[in-house]
């Protein structure tokens, strides 16, 4: 008798659950086609018009008043030849049109959700700087359309977008670059449409975001309406501030350059014999610089004006090739050394043949008894010259010691002394450029923000 009551309590117990699950699948049939009722009705053939634009705030006849935020999804690259740039974003909308209330169902149906965007009305804005743009549809089209209870629409849509960055290069690769998203209406006037941004963080950027060559500093939002003879239309930017990342220059130019200017300062260390090894040295690292900064200037747009690589480039190009000419300047001292060496030594030849011709004639007028010694010597006597010129020694004031001369003095002929004086004189040149270059670009760049 218990296991008969058993056996009927779990019986009973089954058909309970069934008859519940049954009544849920019918709520939610009964559900589903009480939203399906409220779409015919909202939308229905000849009870809402596409066409037609929302009234104002409060049904007035004002403009439509459309709340516009972002969300930065990615940015894959900014390109400074092309000056532009490509971002991923979440674009979103929201309107208030009273033509689409419906009963919520006691706060069941909190929203009504549609993938056709034609089935409303929708503003007509456009980016004004777009280059090229295109929707996202994998798997199915990245768009959706909410449709609230009480009239509002949001839109939100999944685009990416290749835009027009203007971009000022003076202090390249030092440089900061605003880049801007600009948003507007493209056939209705602000009489009758009017963009806003939504109220509280209308811009979103997703956290990890990474750029090769840049980092995001900030973001500004503001408005642009542009006046033309068809009147006046409500618009929307957003200014991205990137700032360049310097590294990347810094090991793959400017360190390079350094080193092929110190390089060709080797020249001024080697034998001034060593003719085909300063003249190799030279003309290579001039070809090495020229090929870097034709590399360089590959990479950039034409402009018109100078960049602060520019400057870079063509200091140091300009001190190897005056590392070159060095050489050219040195082989012209040492073969002018040589040959004021040759005349010297002839001249020291002539002389001494004159002494010696001198010595003889007076050994001779010595042994005759009759001559007698002239009073005053002949002015091309040789004797009387060099007693003339110590005389002149003697009257010569004495010259206050010059370091810089004594110290020249060591080096006996003019082309070691060139190379001496260049030694010392290009590092410390280079090394005044690199204090003027660094001083006058980081505080013009700091000036500019």
């Given at each position: 008798?218990?296991?008969?009551?058993?056996?009927?309590?779990?019986?009973?117990?089954?058909?309970?659950?069934?008859?519940?699950?049954?009544?849920?699948?019918?709520?939610?049939?009964?559900?589903?086609?009480?939203?399906?009722?409220?779409?015919?009705?909202?939308?229905?053939i000849?009870?809402?018009?596409?066409?037609?634009?929302?009234?104002?705030?409060?049904?007035?006849d004002?403009?439509?008043?459309?709340?516009?935020?972002?969300?930065?999804?990615?940015?894959?690259?900014?390109?400074?030849?092309?000056m532009?740039y490509?971002?991923?974003?979440?674009?979103?909308?929201?309107?208030?049109d009273?033509?689409?209330?419906?009963?919520?169902v006691?706060?069941?149906?909190?929203?009504?959700?549609?993938?056709?965007?034609?089935?409303?009305?929708?503003?007509?804005?456009?980016?004004?700087?777009?280059?090229?743009?295109?929707?996202?549809?994998?798997?199915?089209?990245?768009?959706?359309?909410?449709?609230?209870?009480?009239?509002?629409?949001?839109?939100?849509?999944?685009?990416?977008?290749?835009?027009?960055?203007?971009?000022?290069?003076?202090?390249?690769?030092?440089?900061?670059?605003?880049?801007?998203?600009?948003?507007?209406?493209?056939?209705?006037?602000?009489?009758?449409l009017?963009f806003?941004?939504?109220?509280?963080?209308?811009?979103?950027?997703?956290?990890?975001?990474?750029?090769?060559?840049?980092t995001?500093?900030?973001?500004?939002?503001?408005?642009?309406?542009?006046?033309?003879?068809?009147?006046?239309?409500?618009c929307?930017?957003?200014?991205?501030?990137?700032?360049?990342?310097?590294?990347?220059?810094?090991?793959?130019?400017?360190?390079?350059?350094?080193?092929?200017?110190?390089?060709?300062?080797?020249?001024?260390?080697?034998?001034?014999?060593?003719?085909?090894?300063?003249?190799?040295?030279?003309?290579?690292?001039?070809?090495?610089?020229?090929?870097?900064?034709?590399?360089?200037?590959?990479?950039?747009?034409?402009?018109?004006?100078?960049?602060?690589?520019d400057?870079?480039t063509?200091?140091?190009?300009?001190?190897?090739?005056?590392?070159?000419?060095?050489?050219?300047?040195?082989?012209?001292?040492?073969?002018?050394?040589?040959?004021?060496?040759?005349?010297?030594?002839?001249?020291?030849?002539?002389?001494?043949?004159?002494?010696?011709a001198?010595?003889?004639?007076?050994?001779?007028?010595?042994?005759?008894?009759?001559?007698?010694?002239?009073?005053?010597?002949?002015?091309?006597?040789?004797?009387?010259?060099?007693?003339?010129?110590?005389?002149?020694?003697?009257?010569?004031?004495?010259k206050?010691?010059?370091?810089?001369?004594?110290?020249?003095?060591?080096?006996?002929?003019?082309?070691?002394?060139?190379?001496?004086?260049?030694?010392?004189?290009?590092?410390?040149?280079?090394?005044l450029?690199?204090?003027?270059?660094w001083?006058?670009?980081?505080?013009?760049?700091?000036?500019?923000?």
């Open positions: 008798m218990i296991m008969g009551s058993g056996h009927c309590f779990w019986a009973i117990f089954y058909f309970a659950c069934l008859c519940s699950a049954s009544l849920a699948n019918n709520a939610n049939i009964n559900f589903r086609e009480r939203e399906k009722k409220v779409l015919d009705q909202i939308l229905g000849g009870k809402y018009d596409a066409r037609i634009r929302p009234s104002g705030i409060n049904g007035t004002g403009p439509a008043t459309v709340r516009v935020n972002i969300f930065v999804r990615s940015i894959s690259k900014i390109d400074d030849v092309t532009e490509s971002v991923q974003l979440t674009f979103r909308e929201q309107w208030l009273e033509r689409l209330k419906f009963n919520d006691g706060g069941r149906l909190k929203y009504l959700t549609l993938t056709e965007a034609n089935r409303v009305w929708m503003p007509d804005l456009f980016f004004s700087n777009e280059k090229e743009g295109h929707f996202h549809n994998i798997i199915m089209p990245n768009v959706y359309i909410r449709i609230f209870p009480f009239g509002s629409v949001l839109y939100s849509i999944r685009i990416s977008l290749t835009l027009a960055c203007p971009m000022n290069l003076k202090l390249y690769p030092l440089d900061r670059q605003v880049c801007s998203l600009r948003m507007a209406s493209y056939g209705w006037t602000t009489d009758d009017v806003l941004w939504k109220e509280g963080d209308p811009v979103q950027v997703v956290k990890n975001l990474h750029l090769p060559r840049f995001l500093e900030k973001f500004l939002t503001d408005y642009c309406n542009s006046k033309t003879n068809t009147g006046e239309y409500s929307l930017k957003v200014d991205l501030l990137f700032k360049r990342e310097f590294s990347y220059y810094l090991i793959q130019i400017y360190i390079p350059c350094c080193m092929l200017v110190i390089v060709s300062w080797v020249s001024f260390w080697l034998d001034q014999g060593a003719v085909p090894a300063r003249v190799s040295l030279g003309v290579t690292t001039l070809l090495t610089m020229a090929t870097q900064t034709s590399g360089i200037n590959a990479s950039l747009p034409p402009v018109s004006y100078t960049k602060a690589i400057v870079w063509g200091v140091c190009l300009t001190f190897v090739f005056g590392a070159l000419l060095e050489f050219a300047l040195v082989n012209y001292a040492s073969r002018s050394d040589l040959h004021r060496e040759n005349m010297k030594k002839k001249r020291r030849e002539l002389e001494q043949a004159s002494l010696d001198a010595s003889d004639l007076l050994d001779t007028d010595s042994n005759a008894t009759f001559a007698m010694k002239p009073l005053v010597r002949h002015p091309g006597d040789p004797l009387a010259l060099e007693k003339l010129r110590q005389c002149e020694v003697h009257m010569q004031p004495p206050r010691p010059n370091c810089c001369r004594s110290w020249l003095s060591k080096f006996p002929t003019r082309s070691k002394r060139i190379d001496v004086i260049s030694r010392i004189t290009f590092p410390l040149v280079f090394a450029f690199n204090l003027v270059y001083s006058t670009y980081l505080f013009r760049e700091e000036e500019e923000n």
